[in-house]
């Protein structure tokens, strides 16, 4: 069957993954983007995938976005929280806005994003909810007081919708990525990637955003309905759990 697949952040980094992976496996894709134009432009004219502008903190626009999607492509049957953004500063540096911005993009954009296709999914008895979480909400990580407690967040709330959705075909599953090769992880000072960072992932490598994408596919299947409310970490064994 052709699922319909929404990928917040869907247009670069490991949301670009995962929206070509969910395409590949037969999905009508909606890849959802903040702000950059002309890799929206680019990504379409890549893969075929049509993209839609839509800020994740303000819940009004998600639910009309959602809206035009379902017209588009039908009811949703994937969702993937994927979008998210760093602002690392210690925490004695951290300003109230660098809070407040990464709390709504990464967590409270959660809310905005799910209930509006929670109900359709209730209703259909199918559904796959992937929050794209990250290792740093799993053991915390210096300089990102904000964002470990956003994507802490998102394991609590997966944890909790997955036993609601259990009993009416909804899965609800949390990945964990490492690093991986994407914009966000270039970001990261050279000094503290080298001599901070990689010496403690065993495989000796960062990670690609299509092993991520291919984490998706597989919790993203029809068969995958028995793993619910699981965390699946993919991070080159840099922490265990
Ligand atoms: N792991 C371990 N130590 C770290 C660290 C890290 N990730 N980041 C910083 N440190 C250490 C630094 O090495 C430094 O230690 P020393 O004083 O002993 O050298 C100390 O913390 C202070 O760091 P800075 O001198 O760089 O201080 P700053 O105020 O200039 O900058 C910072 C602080 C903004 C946090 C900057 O260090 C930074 O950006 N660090 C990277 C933080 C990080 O890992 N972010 C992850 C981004 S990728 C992501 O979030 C995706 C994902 O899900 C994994």
Redesign the pocket.
């Known amino acids: 069957m052709s699922r319909v697949a929404v990928v917040t952040g869907g247009s670069r980094g490991i949301g670009a993954a995962i929206s070509k992976e969910l395409k590949a496996k037969g999905c009508k894709v909606a890849a959802i983007y903040a702000g950059n134009d002309a890799a929206a432009s680019a990504f379409t004219a890549e893969t075929g995938i049509k993209t839609y502008k839509c800020d994740v903190t303000h819940p009004q626009i998600c639910t009309v976005t959602l809206k035009e999607i379902e017209t588009d492509l039908g009811p949703v049957d994937i969702l993937v929280n994927n979008a998210g953004i760093?602002r690392?500063?210690?925490f004695h540096?951290m300003t109230l806005g660098q809070w407040q911005e990464v709390l709504n993009t990464n967590l409270n954009a959660l809310f905005n994003m799910t209930q509006p296709v929670w109900g359709g999914m209730r209703d259909r008895n199918f559904g796959r909810i992937i929050c794209i979480s990250?290792?740093?909400g799993q053991k915390g990580?210096?300089?990102?007081a904000n964002?470990a407690a956003a994507?802490a967040g998102e394991i609590g709330f997966v944890k909790s919708l997955a036993q609601e959705g259990a009993a009416k075909g909804i899965t609800v599953n949390a990945i964990c990525?490492?690093?991986i090769g994407t914009e966000?992880?270039k970001?990261?000072?050279e000094?503290?990637m080298n001599?901070?960072?990689l010496p403690h992932i065993p495989v000796g490598r960062i990670g690609e955003p299509e092993e991520i994408a291919r984490c998706v596919a597989f919790l993203a299947a029809d068969e995958a309905g028995f793993i619910t409310g699981s965390t699946l970490t993919a991070n080159g064994g840099q922490y265990m759990v």
């Open positions: 760093t690392d500063a210690m540096k990250s290792i740093n990580q210096m300089g990102q964002y994507k990525p490492g690093y966000m992880v970001a990261v000072p000094k503290v001599e901070r960072i």
